[in-house]
């Protein structure tokens, strides 16, 4: 469990880390922050297939490239590819009979009633559409715009986003739980 914090504080900060560490460092030197984040991924996902298949070859991919070019580029598509992996993931759950945001319901309800179960997968369609949206968003910032735009859209404005859909969710289920 701490490890998903560390997790989860480093990946929110990240944006932050790149842009100040761009202002004073080539971007070569920066890739350690890239590998200290992927060692952390690597052990808290485990034995998973996304560790292995995806995370490592990426992150190493993106590494030697940074290391090699000196190029800031890879070390900015982090955010794009955690909006990626993210809209993977949910998009794959709606292909199996429990989506992502059942599987997340059910751990609070395990009873969940049929009308609960076609909730959740409308959700998880809208969360695929906001990580879609999202992803591509800071993909042009990270391609067209500055690092200040990078980093204001990546380390703010995209978390203001998700926690205004994860709030407006949460109104939403209030009222369909009340009047079922």
Same mark, same amino acid.
């Given at each position: ?11 929110l900060l990240y944006p932050l880390a790149v842009y100040?560490?761009? &202002? ?42 940074t290391w090699l070019l000196n190029s800031p580029l ?36 395990? &009873? ?6 076609? *909730? ?23 391609? *067209? ?7 204001? *859209?990546?380390?703010?404005?995209? *978390? ?13 289920? &209030? ?6």
């Amino acid at each position: 469990m701490a490890k998903r914090v560390v997790l989860v504080i480093i990946t929110l900060l990240y944006p932050l880390a790149v842009y100040m560490g761009l &202002q004073n460092f080539d971007a070569r030197h920066l890739v350690l922050l890239l590998i200290v984040i992927a060692g952390i991924r690597m052990v808290s996902l485990g034995e998973s297939p996304l560790n292995h298949w995806f995370w490592l070859p990426l992150l190493t991919l993106l590494g030697v490239w940074t290391w090699l070019l000196n190029s800031p580029l890879a070390l900015k598509l982090y955010p794009v590819l955690v909006s990626a992996s993210f809209l993977v993931l949910f998009l794959w759950s709606l292909k199996s009979p429990t989506s992502m945001i059942e599987r997340i319901a059910r751990l609070q309800d395990p &009873q969940l009633p049929e009308r609960g179960v076609v *909730y959740t997968r409308k959700v998880t369609k809208v969360w695929c559409c906001f990580f879609g949206l999202n992803g591509s968003v800071a993909l042009a910032i990270t391609l *067209y715009g500055t690092d200040a735009q990078w980093a204001l *859209y990546n380390g703010l404005i995209s *978390y203001l986003c998700m926690g205004t859909l994860f709030a407006a969710e949460w109104l939403v289920r &209030q009222r369909v739980m009340k009047s079922a």
